[in-house]
């Protein structure tokens, strides 16, 4: 993890399903309702960040280490109960600057693992 910052975008369908059960409490003479959310939601997304380009990820063939502008963009599948979401992505990077055609990872998939904490 690193404080550096880093924007994206992300564009996608998205389907909510909701769950609701009335449950009588004889002695109080009122219902309790229970509220249950389930979601769907797949899409792409794009964004700008940064990544340590360094002689490791370069085969030895970078000079000094720096931090480079990276462009990434790819799919992302994302799966919610309640406050809680689960998302997994596959993407490609592509370096910004002149040492892309050195960077091991340039253009090369991923897949990334996201999770999330509804607070409100």
């Given at each position: 993890?690193?404080?550096?910052?880093?924007?994206?975008a992300?564009?996608?369908?998205?389907?909510?399903?909701?769950?609701?059960?009335?449950?009588?409490?004889?002695?109080?003479?009122?219902?309790?309702?229970?509220?249950?959310?389930?979601?769907?939601?797949?899409?792409?997304?794009?964004?700008i960040?940064?990544?340590?380009?360094?002689?490791?990820s370069?085969n030895?063939?970078a000079?000094y280490?720096?931090?480079?502008?990276?462009?990434?963009?790819?799919?992302?599948g994302?799966?919610?109960?309640?406050?809680?979401t689960?998302?997994?992505?596959?993407?490609?990077?592509?370096?910004?600057?002149?040492?892309?055609s050195?960077?091991?990872?340039?253009n090369?998939?991923?897949?990334?693992?996201?999770f999330?904490?509804n607070?409100n």
């Amino acid at each position: 993890m690193n404080a550096n910052l880093n924007g994206g975008a992300y564009l996608g369908l998205r389907n909510d399903i909701y769950s609701i059960k009335y449950s009588a409490s004889p002695l109080l003479l009122k219902s309790e309702r229970k509220i249950n959310h389930f979601g769907f939601s797949a899409g792409i997304f794009t964004g700008i960040g940064n990544t340590l380009v360094s002689s490791t990820s370069t085969n030895n063939l970078a000079s000094y280490d720096y931090e480079g502008i990276v462009w990434s963009k790819g799919l992302a599948g994302i799966f919610a109960i309640n406050n809680f979401t689960v998302g997994i992505s596959i993407g490609i990077d592509y370096l910004m600057d002149k040492n892309r055609s050195i960077w091991i990872y340039q253009n090369q998939p991923w897949a990334g693992l996201a999770f999330g904490l509804n607070l409100n």
